[in-house]
Nanobody, 123 residues
Framework: QVQLVESGGGLVQAGGSLRLSCAASGRTFGSFVMAMGWFRQAPGLEREFVAAISWSGGTIYYADSVQGRFTISRDNAKNTVYLQMNSLKPEDTAVYYC??????????????WGQGTQVTVSS
């Protein structure tokens, strides 16, 4: 099993920044290389892809809506993935979920999910 715990969410004004972290643990995570992704879900909407990174960091994907504003990174020594969010907009308001899978994907087909962290951007 893999456990994922997100942190770093909060309330920020439009134009501000937040850095989300996702700490991974579990014997399965340590046994297999894992791609990591960030998704978000706003009230009444479907969960949508935000960013994803391969185990090596050599492959990274971003949603068009966050390209140039968000940066995904990872520290495998710490089993942690980060999402640096700059120039935040009210439409970025959502619950942000971290996810892990054996293969990188932009679809919500990941095997493991965190509980989510709320990000609220005020106008």
């Amino acid at each position: 099993q893999v456990q994922l715990v997100e942190s770093g969410g909060g309330l920020v004004q439009a134009g501000g920044s937040l850095r989300l972290s996702c700490a991974a643990s579990g014997r399965t995570f340590g046994s297999f290389v894992m791609a990591m992704g960030w998704f978000r879900q706003a009230p009444g909407l479907e969960r949508e892809f935000v960013a994803a990174i391969s185990w090596s960091g050599g492959t990274i994907y971003y949603a068009d809506s966050v390209q140039g504003r968000f940066t995904i990174s990872r520290d495998n020594a710490k089993n942690t993935v980060y999402l640096q969010m700059n120039s935040l907009k009210p439409e970025d308001t959502a619950v942000y979920y971290c996810a892990a899978a054996r293969q990188i994907s932009v679809q919500p087909t990941y095997d493991y999910w965190g509980q989510g962290t709320q990000v609220t951007v005020s106008s």
